[in-house]
Each structure stands twice: as structure tokens, then as C-alpha cells.
């Protein structure tokens, strides 16, 4: 896949991008287990090593949750390809990490961990603004097939909404509210992985592109929007 950056890492927006990754108050900060659960499942359906949240800052790429990359909170920004993925507006799919694929970051931890492949979408807040990514990630070459990349990009839509649903119960004081969330949500995508984990274990492996598996999973994601679009009707009427 042929992907076009800007000739620089810094995109025009950095100040007002900036600014509303900061209004959530969430880079830098302790795991969460939603997140957690969020980049787990992730792994599970896209069959790869490594799944990642990553929350883009001026100098540095924080990794909100991360699975398969133990005791790495990080990256400074040169260095992780989400630097230079929330800069295009569509999905981002490398099969490498050559210099050559993209001149804008330097690519040596990746490559001194053997990984080629790397899918990201990013997550946008209600004003546009692309504060980090939902990517997962892997040492094979590969690519995604549009029912894939669909599937990425609603998971990285549902990271948003919970970023978002987490700052408005903090913004409240209602961290106990925040924490009942969690747990809600957290129930949802444990059910979700146990599905995910059958579905692996009876067709050896998961492919979104088969119509039962895809309806399922869909299904699920479905069914994480409704807790979603529930809590944050209960704070909007609580406010």
C-alpha cells in the first residue's frame, strides 16, 4: 500500500491538536484496564504479537495500553510510526519498516525488534482533532483487506468514545461513575475476547473476511457502541 505523508512530522493543526489531546488529561497516564481489554482484543482479531493505544504528544508517543511489548510506555516521537500515521486521514498500512516507507520517522526500534508490519487508525475526538492511534502490529508481511481495515477503524472509533466518556465523568468528579463504567464495558469485551478466542480455536484462526465471523464480530462492536451510547446519554442527562 503506496501512502502519501506531508514532507514534515508536524502537522499544520499541531497547536490545536495538541491542545485537545492535553483537554483530556489522559497522555502519560496509569494503565487502565478498558484500554487494557481494548488492545487485547485487538491482538486476538487481528492474529498479531503486539497491539497498541498510543496517544501522540510533542515529543513523545506515550502508549496508553500495550500488549505484547511488556515495560515499553513509549516512544519519542521520532521514532513510532503513529507519529507519522495520525498525519494521513485514512487507516495506515506498512508491510515494512524501511527507511524508504516513510522518510519522516527513523525506524530502528522496530527494525531491532523484527517487526515489518504495522496498521493503525486514528483516534479522532469530536473536533477532528487525531490525538493518537488503535494499531496492531507484526513481523510478518501482510496487509489488510477492506473488512480488516473496516474492523480497525470502529475499533479505534470505540477507544475515542471511551477516551471521551472517560474525561467527561472525570471533568463531573465522578470517578466511582468512571469505574462502574469500566467495569461494564470491561465485562462486554471479556464476552467479545471468549467469543473471539472460540471463533480462533474452531476455524484455525480468525478471518473477518468470512461472512459468519465478520457478522459476528460486528455484532460485538455493536454491542460495545450501546454500552457507550448509554453512559454517555446517563451523564449528559446528570449534567
Known sequence: MSISYPEQLLPTNEVNRLRTLHLYQIAGTEPEKIFDEYVAWA???????????????????????????????GLPRMESMCSA??????????????????RLIKPDVAQALGLNFYAGSA???????????????????????????????????LVSRTIELRFQYLDAD???????????????????????RYLATRNNGINLDDDEVQDLVLRRLNGVTKVLDRRMREIQQAA
Not at 491482538?43 to 500495550?66: C, M, N, R
Not at 502490529?137 to 472509533?157: C, P, W
Not at 465522578?174 to 473471539?196: I, K, M, V
Request: hydrophobic share 45%; net charge negative.
Open 85 to 102: 500515521a495520525i498525519l494521513v486521514d485514512t487507516p495506515i498500512i506498512t508491510s515494512d519498516y524501511k527507511a524508504e516507507s516513510c
Open 174 to 196: 465522578l470517578a466511582d461513575h468512571w469505574e462502574a463504567a469500566q467495569q461494564e464495558l470491561s465485562a462486554t469485551l471479556d464476552d467479545n475476547a471468549a467469543l473471539t
Open 123 to 157: 483516534l479522532r475526538m469530536p473536533d477532528g482533532a487525531r490525538i493518537g492511534m488503535m494499531a496492531v502490529i507484526g513481523r510478518e508481511y501482510r496487509t489488510l483487506s477492506a473488512a480488516e481495515e473496516d474492523v480497525l477503524t470502529r475499533l479505534a472509533d
Open 43 to 73: 491482538a486476538q482479531l487481528f492474529s498479531t504479537p503486539i497491539s497498541l493505544i498510543s496517544l501522540v504528544d510533542e515529543e513523545y508517543v506515550h502508549f496508553k495500553a500495550v500488549t505484547g511489548a511488556d515495560n515499553v510506555p
